[in-house]
């Protein structure tokens, strides 16, 4: 595809469930990042994946976030037993290296009801 | 520890007329410095960059923004506003480390455009 591309765009979930999701990064584009955008915090860091080596968990708000990449490409952020406070916007963007400009997708709106 | 401040939470600006959004950052060494705009709805799109060499930057939709080391700060303009310049306007500092380039960002400061 010509973006960065992630699913689902709207995900409505229960206090306590676990939810997955995906980033398609831009074909060729070996470094990957996960951002979060709330009202309170703003846009903030995540967790950040360069090629096949180990990524940067830096970011993390808790134990309860992880992130995998497959093959170098596609990524699945997962939170497990959510709450309230995970509600926001998860955005993904990916460069070609990385120290090269980042594109972001359209994000996934989360809802922790 | 990397920051930026953007000081203007929301920018009201008349169509035609110029504009100035402040950026101010805290980084030890040179930093990459951007420029992120976001519509209602829509993902992070960049307007500009700067990694180094000149400090005058040219970016997309006529947008430009200057370096200024001894002052830390790196401001968006713009001559003439249009309508559809209406948005969330980031600035963002990314610093080489193990974290690759992760961006920092500031709050973002919210453009109106009146007519």
């Known amino acids: 595809g010509a973006g960065v591309s992630q699913s689902p765009s709207n995900k409505v979930t229960e206090k306590g469930k676990d939810v997955e999701l995906r980033c398609d990064p831009i074909?060729?584009?070996?470094?990957l990042y996960w951002y979060r955008q709330s009202l309170g915090q703003g846009l903030e860091f995540l967790i950040y994946f360069q090629g096949n080596s180990a990524p940067d968990k830096s970011g993390l708000p808790s134990d309860r976030f992880s992130a995998e990449r497959t093959g170098g490409s596609v990524s699945t952020l997962t939170i497990q037993r959510t709450q309230q406070e995970d509600s926001a916007v998860y955005l993904c963007?990916?460069?070609?290296?990385?120290?090269?400009?980042?594109?972001f997708g359209p994000g996934t709106r989360l809802t922790v009801l | 520890a990397q920051s930026v401040t953007q000081p203007d939470i929301h920018i009201t600006v008349s169509e035609g007329a110029s504009l100035e959004l402040r950026c101010n950052y805290s980084y030890g060494a040179t930093p990459y410095l951007f420029w992120y705009v976001q519509s209602p709805g829509q993902g992070l799109q960049l307007l500009l960059k700067y990694f180094s060499g000149d400090t005058l930057v040219q970016g997309i939709k006529g947008f430009e923004a200057e370096f200024k080391r001894s002052q830390s700060s790196f401001n968006l303009r713009k001559p003439s506003v249009h309508w559809s310049d209406a948005a969330e306007y980031f600035c963002a500092v990314g610093a080489l480390d193990q974290a690759g380039t992760a961006l920092i960002f500031g709050k973002g400061t919210t453009l109106s455009v009146s007519s």
């Open positions: 963007a990916s460069s070609r290296t990385n120290t090269d400009t980042q594109y």
């Open positions: 074909s060729g584009h070996t470094a």
